[in-house]
């Protein structure tokens, strides 16, 4: 009767494990349903065999790991049930068949499992970062991280834009990636994985894009007051449209017949701006900041902050901190005439 009173009651301990298990499962389930959402970037829908590869990756780890986790509970609410019923179960000294059966556990759950689960994720992670370190493409775009945009130079092409890297379906593209300043990281999650862009030293990444459209990327390693605001977009275009925007991006923009436009190119090349930006055909030569001699073309202002269109650009012309705090464009003393006319001359940059 003693030894009845001080055994536990595994029902209720059974029924807690069994929650605790179904909870569990149901969080990896949604949290892994939600990275396959189309509201964010994901590398859970990938768009390249790259971006593929490490999608499979994570898949078969998430796999794995569950089906270790269900053989764990599974293992511990047997043992559970059968302690009751098991007379060695309370006894210090268990006979042989239990210290053979404890043994067997131990070398096959211990290490036996183990060992080869260890080895499939090797082997997996092996070949596929093995498969992401190509470096050949037809497509070449040099990525020179700033503080905190992004500097792209079609060094084929002559062609030199910022923030937006434009790219034909379906053809390997390299991209070659350096800093001047401090590290960054750059990070397209549905073309491929993360790459560290370290001053001093030049990375590289690649990827083909298999279908057309428009995917964000982030700089993922912290580079300063600005890192959360240092996106950019890959577009991903047909040939021939991939085409048409680098004939229209080498050209140089026809000088400005509306008083408006040439009053704002004039305060442009005359001012400050000119210090830090380029615009071909005119006196604006100044290496520091955007080449703004498409800026109209681009669908975004200040890396991806507002949208480029007249309203959001004379906000970003007045408040340029309030903005996007950290940028190292200063604010401009700029009256309201002064912002109309830059505004009108930037947007005819197309």
């Known amino acids: 009767?003693?030894?009845?009173?001080?055994?536990?009651?595994?029902?209720?301990?059974?029924?807690?494990?069994?929650?605790?298990?179904?909870?569990?499962?149901?969080?990896?389930?949604?949290?892994?349903?939600?990275?396959?959402?189309?509201?964010?970037?994901?590398?859970?829908?990938?768009?390249?065999?790259?971006?593929?590869?490490?999608?499979?990756?994570?898949?078969?780890?998430?796999?794995?790991?569950?089906?270790?986790?269900?053989?764990?509970?599974?293992?511990?609410?047997?043992?559970?049930r059968t302690r009751g019923s098991d007379p060695d179960a309370h006894s210090d000294s268990p006979g042989p068949e239990r210290r053979s059966l404890s043994n067997r556990f131990i070398v096959i759950g211990g290490l036996a499992i183990p060992i080869v689960v260890l080895s499939v994720v090797a082997v997996a992670t092996v070949s596929a970062t093995k498969a992401l370190e190509n470096r050949e493409g037809a497509i070449q775009i040099r990525v020179d991280a700033e503080q905190y945009w992004w500097r792209l130079i079609y060094e084929q092409d002559g062609v030199v834009s910022a923030n937006e890297i434009h790219v034909p379906v379906g053809k390997p593209v390299v991209l070659t990636l350096t800093s001047d300043n401090v590290?960054?990281?750059?990070?397209?999650?549905?073309?491929?994985?993360?790459?560290?862009?370290?001053?001093?030293?030049?990375?590289?990444?690649?990827?083909?894009?298999?279908?057309?459209?428009?995917?964000?990327?982030?700089?993922?390693?912290?580079?300063?007051?600005?890192?959360?605001?240092m996106a950019f977009v890959v577009v991903v275009q047909s040939d021939a449209d991939y085409q048409s925007w680098l004939a229209a991006n080498r050209a140089t923009p026809?000088?400005?017949?509306?008083?408006?436009?040439?009053?704002?190119?004039?305060?442009?090349?005359?001012?400050?701006?000119?210090?830090?930006?380029?615009?071909?055909?005119?006196?604006?030569?100044?290496?520091?900041?955007?080449?703004?001699?498409?800026?109209?073309?681009?669908?975004?202002?200040?890396?991806?902050?507002?949208?480029?269109?007249?309203?959001?650009?004379?906000?970003?012309?007045?408040?340029?901190?309030?903005?996007?705090?950290?940028a190292l464009m200063p604010q401009i003393d700029l009256t309201q005439d002064d912002v109309d006319h830059l505004v009108a001359y930037l947007e005819s940059l197309r």
């Open 183 to 229: 590290i960054h990281s750059v990070w397209v999650p549905q073309l491929n994985g993360k790459v560290d862009v370290v001053p001093g030293q030049t990375n590289r990444m690649s990827f083909t894009a298999q279908q057309t459209g428009t995917y964000r990327g982030q700089c993922a390693e912290f580079c300063g007051i600005g890192h959360a605001l």
């Open 1 to 80: 009767m003693t030894r009845r009173s001080r055994e536990p009651s595994s029902g209720p301990v059974r029924a807690r494990f069994g929650t605790l298990a179904g909870l569990l499962i149901a969080v990896v389930g949604i949290g892994a349903l939600a990275g396959c959402g189309s509201g964010s970037p994901s590398a859970l829908d990938p768009h390249s065999p790259q971006a593929r590869r490490i999608a499979n990756l994570f898949w078969l780890m998430l796999v794995l790991a569950i089906v270790i986790y269900l053989l764990v509970v599974g293992m511990v609410l047997i043992s559970l």
């Open 254 to 326: 026809a000088a400005p017949t509306d008083p408006n436009v040439v009053a704002g190119q004039r305060l442009l090349v005359e001012g400050s701006c000119a210090g830090c930006h380029v615009v071909a055909g005119t006196a604006a030569t100044g290496t520091f900041g955007p080449d703004l001699t498409h800026f109209g073309s681009r669908g975004s202002i200040a890396a991806l902050q507002l949208p480029n269109d007249p309203d959001h650009l004379a906000r970003w012309l007045a408040h340029t901190q309030d903005v996007k705090p950290g």
